[in-house]
Structures are given as C-alpha cells and as structure tokens.
C-alpha cells in the first residue's frame, strides 16, 4: 500500500465537469445506489456487486466508501447531474494499490447510459487520482462482453494489456476480464491534444 503522498484527496470534492458533479457519497444515496446496482444489468457488469443487491449493501458500501475517503487510501464519488446534485446517477471510485500505482471502477444508472456521462465523470476521476503524485498509473479493464465500457477507456487513453479472469459476485463464478492501463504521461499528453 502506497502512503498516501496527496495530503487529502477528498479535499478536492465536489469536482465539477460541464454537465456534472463528483461529490462525497452520503447516506442519502442508498436508495439510488440499491436501485442501480440492484439492476442485473449494471450488477452482471461489476466485480464485486452481488445479485441481489438490498438497501443494506448499498448502505455498507457507502460506509466503506466515507471510511476509504476519510483515510485517503482511495476516493469514492457519487456522480450527480449539475441540475439536480442530490440525485445520484452513477459512481466512479479510485483505490491505491502497490507503489504507483491505483485500480479505478465505475457504473451508470441504465436510464442515464448513453449519454457521454461516464466519459465525462471517469475523464474528471482521472484528473482527481494523478493529483497524488505517487500515482503513475490506473489500471481498470472490464469483463471482456461489456464493450461499452472498454469503449468508454479506449476514449480516455487506457490501452490494453492482456486477458485474466475475475470472479463476478452476481453470477458467482469466474468471467474473461480485458485487463487494461492508463499511464499518467499518456493522459497528460492526450488531454494535451499531443496524441490524436
Ligand atoms: C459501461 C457504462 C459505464 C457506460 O456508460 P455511458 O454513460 O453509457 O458511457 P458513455 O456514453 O460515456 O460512452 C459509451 C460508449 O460505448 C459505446 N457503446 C455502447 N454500447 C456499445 C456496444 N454494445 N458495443 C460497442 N460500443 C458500445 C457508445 O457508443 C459510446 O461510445 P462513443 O462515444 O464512441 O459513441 C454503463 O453502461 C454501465 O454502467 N454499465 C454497467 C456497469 C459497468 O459496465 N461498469 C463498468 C465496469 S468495467
């Protein structure tokens, strides 16, 4: 585990973009977080989300995203539109992990999919995690069947770097995982306008 060199990340919320906010996840996101992450689609998607998802694990996740943010081992966001900031529509988060590098995760309520949404709110997480910098690099992937998101990290500079497989809690065995990398340089130079 990386000693946090970034004094506190959470400091930095709320984080807008131009349509929305990244802000500190609160208990008054349980309802919206049950609803999403209780939606097969979304739960089939994501590692570590079981199916079914009650208000009790939304309620837990929150408390371990409040207690990652409070360490400053990682950032937890809720992503809200700018119009309407207490309703949560999707949630990005970022954890260290060994020197140099930190694993970033994320899903979208299904009515707000297609939107550009999780481009614009994982593009505004990116920034918020190089902040540290001991951060020079973000790993991510997706189960190799969800090409929307590998298409959302292909749009953001992630390139891949092999096949594994990871163990999915909602359907309970082992699913083909494209693993994949986001090299700090590489952003910087994308956001730059250096890399087409
Ligand atoms: C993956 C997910 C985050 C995408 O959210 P989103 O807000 O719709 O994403 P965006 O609109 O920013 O971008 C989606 C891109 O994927 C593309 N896409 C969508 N479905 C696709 C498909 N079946 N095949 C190929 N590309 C697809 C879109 O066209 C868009 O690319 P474009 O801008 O070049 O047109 C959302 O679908 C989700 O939360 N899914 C369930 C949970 C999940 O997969 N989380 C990530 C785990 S790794």
């Known amino acids: 585990m990386l000693t946090p060199a970034f004094p506190d990340w959470s400091a930095a919320l709320?984080?807008?973009?131009?349509?929305?906010?990244?802000?500190?996840?609160?208990?008054?996101?349980?309802p919206r977080i049950a609803l999403y992450a209780g939606d097969a689609k979304v739960a089939r998607?994501?590692?570590?989300?079981?199916?079914?998802?009650?208000?009790?694990?939304?309620?837990?996740?929150?408390?371990d995203m409040i207690a990652t943010n409070q360490s400053g081992s990682g950032l937890g966001m809720a992503v809200a539109r700018v119009r309407e900031s207490a309703a949560l529509v999707g949630l990005v988060s970022f954890t260290l992990q060994e020197a140099g590098s930190a694993t970033i995760g994320w899903w979208f309520g299904p009515p707000y999919w297609g939107r550009g949404f999780a481009t614009e709110a994982v593009e505004a997480a990116i920034r918020l995690a190089f902040l540290n910098p001991a951060v020079d690099r973000l790993t991510a992937g997706a189960f190799a069947e969800n090409p929307a998101s590998?298409?959302?990290?292909?749009?953001?500079?992630?390139?891949?770097?092999?096949?594994?497989?990871?163990?999915?809690?909602a359907r309970s065995g082992m699913v083909a995982h494209v693993d994949t990398v986001l090299h700090r340089d590489a952003f910087m130079a994308r956001r730059a306008g250096f890399v087409p």
């Open 45 to 63: 998607m994501v590692v570590a989300v079981p199916h079914p998802y009650s208000q009790a694990h939304a309620s837990a996740f929150v408390g």
């Open 14 to 30: 709320p984080a807008g973009t131009r349509r929305l906010v990244l802000r500190a996840p609160t208990f008054d996101d349980v």
């Open 150 to 169: 590998l298409r959302v990290q292909e749009k953001l500079g992630f390139v891949r770097t092999g096949l594994s497989e990871r163990t999915s809690l």
